[in-house]
């Protein structure tokens, strides 16, 4: 009797739990397929958005990086490797940003999702 008590418990808290974490996961699997008209157009929009603003505004990875690295070694790296990590992180920003602005109708990576985070310069890593 006990043992029957704790195979319905059991198979009760796997239940709420399936329930449970089905609105999270249903969301990670969003396509065109799936998503309403609606939903599409803005992700297409924020999309194009988030690429043009990156192309703009990735020059803005230089200064970040030299503030990041003072912040993290010491204003002597900052000196001496912050410009070289900024410049990287703008040819990454900016790349990215032309591929975004440029496929912005197009769902990938995943449902319009960002090529790579943060998302924007001024976003914490």
């Given amino acids: 009797m ?5 195979i319905l418990i ?8 399936s ?16 998503a309403s008209a609606q939903d599409t157009v ?14 703009l505004t990735g020059w803005v990875e230089i200064p ?8 993290q070694s010491g204003w002597m790296r900052a000196t001496a490797i912050g410009p070289f990590k900024g410049i990287g992180m703008a040819v990454v920003r900016t790349v990215s940003g032309a591929g975004e602005l440029l496929t912005f109708f197009v769902a990938y990576p995943g449902f319009f999702d960002p090529w790579f985070e943060p998302r924007f310069v001024w976003q914490d890593e």
Avoid at 42 to 55: E, W
Avoid at 64 to 71: G, M, W
């Fill in 42 to 55: 803005d992700a297409m929009a924020a999309k194009g958005v988030r690429g043009a603003t990156n192309l």
């Fill in 64 to 71: 970040k990086q030299i503030y990041l690295t003072n912040e």
């Fill in 19 to 34: 329930v449970a974490c089905t609105p999270a996961v249903a969301d990670s699997y969003r396509s065109v397929d799936t």
């Fill in 10 to 17: 059991v198979l009760a808290t796997m239940f709420s739990w």
């Fill in 2 to 6: 006990i043992r029957h008590k704790y």
